[in-house]
Each structure stands twice: as structure tokens, then as C-alpha cells.
């Protein structure tokens, strides 16, 4: 089967393990600094804004902490987006409220969050779509005239541009995933920004427990150093140096990935552009560099699913990504949005990772022209 995700480890990744198996301290330490020291030159940003922790889901959590996001507030985020950000919310008191995408890129857009800007709201939580920059200029200039603080998800967008400027640093927080599905693998893990040297200190103590400068496990040395103090309620969310040695080579690797990602991105656009009942991804602005996390194709809901059994029985796995929050009856949404809803019966992610050979990607052009849709789509 041709899967959508796939890692790329190699040898590079299992001698680094190798050395942390050989140091014998498996947990959080200097090869984690490093990562961490290493991902912030990546983003161009000072060292001391940049965490790692156990998951982008965590950093979304404690975000909500962060921010003072708590019962009454309102965080507007779009429903294509992935269930971690809206239970982030729910988890935090909060209400979530989701707002429709662009039907072609399936990003939010200053618009589509305006519609849900009230008196209660009090942060955006927006995704890069697929790698593919929401536009910063449009939704930083709003946020800024009405006063709202900014979450980036940026578990599509490790590498992505905005007018030059890393995503990530448009927003008071931001988080990046690196599970074994995204474009830089730990197995699990994440990265936690923060605007502020203060806000990233406070983030520092509650990922680990919430404990002050003055305990023992810190780096402060005590007369009794088994004794430590708690600022506040914090949880475990860090991320050990098994993880971090893994995400050392592939921050190196990450340049030919993004490469090969791009590849395969235009290798679909040239080889399905053509087909009449197919429709696919916008062009990207010259304003934007994409990571190439998603390719995805539209086409009616009749022939998206017989599409998608298709592939599948042919060997090409597939997905859409992700299934709109809003219908999800746990978060208590009830109003209708159009472009999303209809993304989520039209849109099919096709299988981009760095790890697709040049077979696999015929095999999947082809088999997608051989489907007979039936009617005509356009």
C-alpha cells in the first residue's frame, strides 16, 4: 500500500539514538537543548523563546494556560482543523467557535474570522493549511485593530514563509508537531514558541510540573537541592533526548525533504491539472513558501468516495484532512458553513512524503486516470 504519510529515517537517525543509548541518560537533557538551541536558529528566532515538549496537542493546551484563555472567553478557529485545537479549548473552560475556509485553499481568511468576532472573543487559533501560509498580512492587521491575541498551529507548516518571515512568528504562541506522519519526525514531540522571555519562562515551568528556580531538579544548585518549590499547577510535557537526537538529523534532512515534497507537489499538478472532473490546489502566492504537506484534489462527493475505494483497492491509500470540528456534536456548534462542509464531501489528500518513489507516484497518476467518474464533473 502506498500510504499518504510515511517518515524518512535512515541511519543517520538510528547512530544518533546509538549515542544517547551509550550515554545512558535516555531522558531530557543536553541533546535536547540542542534540538531545541537548533530549531530556533531553523526559525530565526532567539534561543530562549523556543521549548520543546511532548506533543503539539500539549504546547495547544498549555497555550490556553499561557494566555489566561478560561471560562467565558471565546477562541475563533477554522472547523478544518484538527480535533487537538478545538479539545485545547473545550479543555481550558473556553468556547470554541469555528469559522468557515476558503473553498480552494482551505485556509481561514481575515473574513471567514471577522464573522465570528464577538464581545467574548479573545484569541484566533489558525492552521497553515497543508503547509500553505494563511494570509498574515490581512489576519495580523485585524487582530491587531481589534485587540485579539493569535494562536499558530503550525503542525502542516514546519518550514513555511510569509513574505520571508517564519510561520510561527506572526502569533503570541505557536506550536509544531513532529509526529511520525509530519515533515520532521520524532516519533512524537513538538515545539512551543513564545513572543515574549517571560511568556517562555512561565512555559519552561509549567511543562515540567510548574516547578520554580529555586528546586532541585533545576539547574540552581541548593544547600538541600531535594527541595523545590511549585509556582503554579503544571503538567509533564517534555520531550526526552531518544526524540531529540532523531530531530537533529532530521532538521538537517529537512531542506531535501522540503525539496522532494516540492517535486512530487508539481509532479500531481502537472499530471492531473488536465483531468476535466478533477479540480486541484490553488496556485501558491509569490508571498508564500509552502512545506508541501498536503496535495489534495476536489471532486463531487459521488466521485471523491468511489475515488477513494478505488485507490485504496488498488493499493493507493488516501484521507481527507481534516473532518470539519464544527460537526462534531461535542463541541456544540450548530450553524453551517458552506466551504467547509463541502470540503469535507469534495476533498481527498493524496500520498506526498519524502519516501514516494518515482513507481509510486506513476502508479498513483495512473490509477487516478483509469477511475471512471460516470457523469462529467464540470
Known sequence: MINVFQPALGAEELEAVRRVFESNWPGKGKITDQFEVEFARHLGTDRELVHSTSC????????MTLLGIGPGDEVVLPSISFVGAANAIMASGAQPVFCDVDGASLNCTADTIESCITARTRAVLILHYGGVP?????????LAR???LLIEDNACSVASRFRGNACGSFGDISVWSFDSMKGLVTGDGGMIWCRTADLAKRAE???????????????TVNTRWWEFEVTECGRRGILNDIASAIGIEQLKKLPRFLARRKQIHEFYDGELSSISW?????????????SYYFYWVQARSQHRDRLATYLRENGVYTTFRYFPLHRVPFYGATKSLQNAERAAEETLCLPLHPS??????EHVVTSIRRFDPGETFR
Not at 56 to 63: D, R
Not at 134 to 142: K, Q, R, S
Not at 205 to 219: D, E, R
Not at 285 to 290: A, G, H, K, L, Q
Open 134 to 142: 494563511c494570509d498574515m498580512e490581512a489576519i495580523g492587521g485585524l
Open 146 to 148: 481589534r485587540r485579539l
Open 356 to 361: 514516494l518513489s518515482c513507481d509510486d507516484l
Open 56 to 63: 503539539c496537542t500539549e504546547g495547544l493546551f498549555q497555550a
Open 278 to 290: 478533477l479540480t486541484c490546489p490553488p496556485q501558491i502566492p509569490d508571498s508564500s513558501i509552502s
Open 205 to 219: 515551568q509549567l511543562l515540567y510540573l510548574g516547578l520554580g528556580n529555586k528546586s532541585g531538579f533545576g539547574k
